[in-house]
């Protein structure tokens, strides 16, 4: 099989982790007999630096010519004081918004080898497996008017019928593939926009009724998700929710560097990004943990491509890895071998070149 992809490495650790991804890709059309043609461009700061635009019409230009696009990641404090419209972060958020990438997909799931690792209790994290729905093309972060002064800011929050029902669409066909549950967070004591969320998703309801659905609002959704994550199968909400939700979330796994996003539209095309920012601090000393874009890989090659047996390959490595007892720096358990970016990498290259036979399926998030 043969597919297009867009390489987005962006600044920081981007470009060091979707190195370590592209080999791992690279292996894999070696191994199934496909082939990958790559195309690299500009995004974020980068893409500042070299042509005062953080989303160049060349970028979108490839993406759109491409079956799937990897991202690294976008941002740093080089470009903190720059023009809003010149924010690394607008590249990420244009991409979004011009393909329609309005649902947000992010597995968590907890990972025995690095229990150790998580701030929480073992027996409150051993046991995770949820999903985070986020709507990822409207809200605070698109919505108009915006304005600030000296004394005076201004973000509208506004979400239309048809955005809600897409995403909350989305959260109920995941949560019948899975365990059957879905919690819907909203705001809807306060918030207008709430209220039409909860409303379109009790309508939605009638449509799935072997999900069980619960309404939650976004406090006491944060204190659960600390006290009892496994409680949880599927959450779907809203943007600015979502955002600050799988950040929460991801701690669970000990650190944002194991978790993989996918960010989808309605014909399968999608962004396929690590959860985990462009960490300034450490870029280009080979410091980095690329499990989360090499796993962000794998949901690309399930997802987009339809590959399960590549994608399991990928997974399956992965994990064997980590249980094998080997660690990037931001994996902080005691008395375990500590590899750069490229010897983990190698490791996991290792394994896709050794025997692969499995059927389990690592972390899919159906």
């Known amino acids: 099989m043969e597919k297009t992809i867009t390489v987005l490495p962006g600044d920081g650790i981007g470009p060091e982790v979707t190195?370590?991804?592209?080999?791992?890709?690279?292996?894999?059309?070696?191994?199934?007999?496909?082939?990958?043609?790559?195309?690299?461009?500009?995004i974020g700061g980068a893409a500042i630096d070299d042509c005062e635009n953080p989303l160049p019409e060349e970028t979108i230009k490839q993406c759109s010519q491409s079956d799937a696009i990897l991202l690294g990641a976008v941002g740093g404090p080089k470009w903190d004081q720059n023009p809003s419209h010149l924010r690394p972060e607008k590249g990420l958020l244009a991409i979004r918004k011009h393909f329609g990438l309005y649902a947000n997909i992010?597995?968590?799931?907890?990972?025995?080898?690095l229990l150790d690792s998580s701030p929480l209790k073992k027996e409150v994290a051993e046991n995770v497996d949820?999903?985070?729905?986020?709507?990822?093309?409207?809200?605070?972060?698109?919505?108009?008017?915006?304005?600030?002064?000296?004394?005076?800011?201004?973000?509208?929050?506004?979400y239309s019928r048809t955005e809600i029902e897409r995403i909350v669409d989305t959260a109920f066909q995941i949560a019948r593939s899975r365990r059957g549950k879905l919690a819907s967070v909203d705001k809807a004591n306060v918030l207008d926009t709430s209220k039409l969320?909860?409303?379109?998703?009790?309508?939605?309801?009638?449509?799935?009724?072997?999900?069980?659905l619960e309404h939650m609002l976004v406090d006491s959704t944060a204190m659960k998700m600390i006290t009892q994550p496994s409680a949880f199968d599927v959450i779907v909400t809203e943007n600015m929710f979502g955002d600050i939700l799988s950040d929460e979330a991801s701690v669970i796994t000990g650190s944002l560097g194991m978790l993989?996003?996918?960010?989808?539209?309605?014909?399968?095309?999608?962004?396929?990004?690590?959860?985990?920012?462009?960490?300034?601090d450490i870029a280009g000393q080979n410091k980095a943990n690329p499990a989360a874009t090499i796993l962000s890989a794998a949901m690309m090659l399930r997802e987009a491509f339809q590959m399960e047996t590549e994608a399991a390959a990928v997974e399956e490595a992965v994990f064997n890895v980590l249980n094998d007892g080997n660690f990037t720096g931001d994996l902080q358990v005691e008395g375990k071998r500590v590899l750069s970016t490229t010897e983990w990498t190698a490791k996991v290259l290792e394994e896709l070149d050794s025997e692969f036979v499995s059927d389990s399926i690592m972390f899919s998030y159906v």
């Open 197 to 212: 969320w909860r409303e379109i998703v009790e309508e939605k309801r009638q449509n799935y009724p072997d999900v069980e």
């Open 106 to 113: 992010r597995p968590v799931k907890a990972i025995p080898a």
């Open 19 to 42: 190195e370590a991804a592209v080999k791992v890709l690279q292996t894999i059309a070696k191994r199934f007999n496909h082939t990958f043609n790559l195309h690299y461009e500009l």
């Open 260 to 280: 993989p996003s996918a960010s989808t539209r309605e014909d399968g095309f999608g962004l396929y990004e690590p959860v985990h920012g462009s960490a300034p």
């Open 130 to 158: 949820l999903v985070i729905v986020r709507e990822l093309t409207g809200g605070l972060y698109f919505s108009e008017p915006r304005e600030k002064s000296h004394d005076h800011a201004l973000d509208t929050l506004a």
